[in-house]
């Protein structure tokens, strides 16, 4: 089993920064891809993030494609989460997930094995 733990949200004027953290423990030597998702009220998850296992591939959103960046430490079993020039549409709770094996950059929910409990982001206008 593996275990995900998000930090790192809270409430930020539109076109300010955070940066979403999110530690991984357990069984960690069997996660390949670890992604961001969000759900705003009333929405359905949605893709924003995803990176590789070595940390070369990456995939994002066109919503925030240019504004958010995905890194991750392997070292710490941790994924970052960027965000820059919020606005108040990111507004969401954010998720970290993990996949098994595979070198896919997936971008579906049913696709991934591990999720943390959220971290909610509010951006004011």
């Known amino acids: 089993q593996v275990q995900l733990v998000e930090s790192g949200g809270g409430l930020v004027q539109a076109g300010g920064s955070l940066r979403l953290s999110c530690a991984a423990s357990?069984?960690?030597?069997?996660?390949?891809?670890m992604a961001w998702f969000r759900q705003a009220p009333g929405k359905e998850r949605e893709f924003v993030a995803a990176?590789?296992?070595?940390?070369?591939?990456?995939g994002y959103a066109d919503s925030v494609k240019g504004r958010y960046t995905i890194s991750r430490d392997n070292a710490k079993n941790t994924v970052y989460l960027e965000m820059n020039t919020l606005k108040p549409e990111d507004t969401a709770v954010y998720y970290c997930?993990?996949?098994?094996?595979?070198?896919?950059?997936?971008?579906?929910?049913?696709?991934?094995?591990?999720w943390g409990q959220g971290t909610q982001v509010t951006v004011s206008s």
């Open positions: 997930a993990a996949k098994q094996g595979g070198a896919v950059l997936a971008r579906t929910v049913l696709l991934y094995d591990y």
């Open positions: 357990g069984r960690t030597a069997s996660i390949y891809i």
């Open positions: 990176i590789s296992r070595s940390g070369s591939g990456k």
